[in-house]
């Protein structure tokens, strides 16, 4: 899709965050942009912030297949078509202890958002996509589960690998039938140094009541950048930030230009993917994942939270 003027695009997960940033993005490309987002006051700020008549939002909740297709049918019905589905809405769960110890419900909450959101994204809009011969699938993923998971983090990486593999086989189908539509799976990065702040960093926000734990913990959701920067600090380090406008930057580069990985080759990720490959080529341990990791609390901690 070099020609992205006047094309119709939603994004899930589209009231703050990344999911900001690509709307914003895409509205600077001359596109007509439907923001998608469970929380429906801060997706009408966001509308209300814009002011224009080229961007709405519709509230969505992609764990059902029905909110997505009526999101589907809103956007054509507004915008006269849709060319493009950025399936962004992404959770962090908050889980508690080591993988064995998660509470099953944390389980369930990410991988109804973070896999089968992606995928009633899918079956909602793709058939439009192809039926018209025209447009693009973008689904968020990220470097911890694309490249390597974050061993102390588990849940997370389980779900976005789960993305990366879906989306690298909804590329190769879309090649067998020899369509026209794209796909690109967005890792988030930037050449800038620096964490990516988002909402995903909350763990536990806007949990919906079945999916509650029985923990006082569960309408208190934990900040989990915050934690980071308290281990970098008492470490002698900064957590400097990086501009989320680099990931909208590379969301529109996939779009544009095709581009199925849409990321920035950072080295330190190259070397653990190179890593990563030789372990499972001589069939040795993944000891790339014992180094230690700021980003995520130890085990031991984890256990005590």
């Not at 809103?74 to 509470?103: C, L, P, Q, R, Y």
Request: negative net charge; charged residues 25%; aromatic residues 6%.
């Amino acid at each position: 899709m070099r020609e992205l003027r006047d094309k119709v695009a939603v994004v899930t997960g589209g009231s703050g965050g990344i999911g900001l940033a690509i709307g914003e993005a895409m509205l600077a490309e001359g596109m007509k942009v439907v923001l998608a987002d469970i929380t429906e006051d801060t997706l009408a700020q966001a509308v209300k912030e814009f002011g224009r008549d080229d961007v709405i939002g519709i509230p969505v909740d992609v764990t059902n297949f029905d909110s997505l297709e009526a999101l589907r049918d809103k956007t054509i019905e507004h915008f006269g078509g849709v060319h493009v589905i950025v399936n962004n809405a992404a959770v962090g769960a908050g889980a508690k202890g080591s993988v064995w110890e998660h509470h099953l419900n944390d389980w369930k909450w990410s991988l109804d958002v973070n896999v089968m959101g992606v995928i009633n994204g899918m079956n909602a809009f793709i058939p439009t996509l192809i039926e018209q011969n025209e447009g693009h699938v973008v689904n968020t993923s990220s470097g911890n589960g694309a490249y390597y998971p974050i061993a102390s983090s588990g849940m997370y990486p389980v779900t976005k690998a789960a993305v990366t593999t879906l989306t690298e086989c909804l590329w190769g189908q879309l090649k067998e039938i020899n369509s026209e539509v794209g796909a690109s799976v967005l890792l988030p990065s930037s050449p800038t140094p620096g964490v990516l702040a988002t909402g995903i960093w909350k763990a536990g926000a806007n949990r919906p009541d079945r999916f509650l734990r029985n923990d006082p913990d569960d309408n208190n959701p934990r900040d989990a950048l915050a934690e980071y920067r308290e281990r970098a600090a008492a470490a002698g380090q900064e957590v400097p930030e990086a501009p989320l406008s680099d990931v909208a930057d590379l969301c529109i580069r996939g779009i544009r230009d095709d581009l199925f990985w849409a990321t920035y080759p950072l080295e330190g990720m190259m070397e653990k993917l190179d890593d990563r490959y030789a372990s499972m080529k001589n069939l040795s341990p993944p000891e790339y994942l014992r180094e230690v990791n700021l980003m995520s609390a130890a085990a031991d901690e984890r256990s005590k939270q």
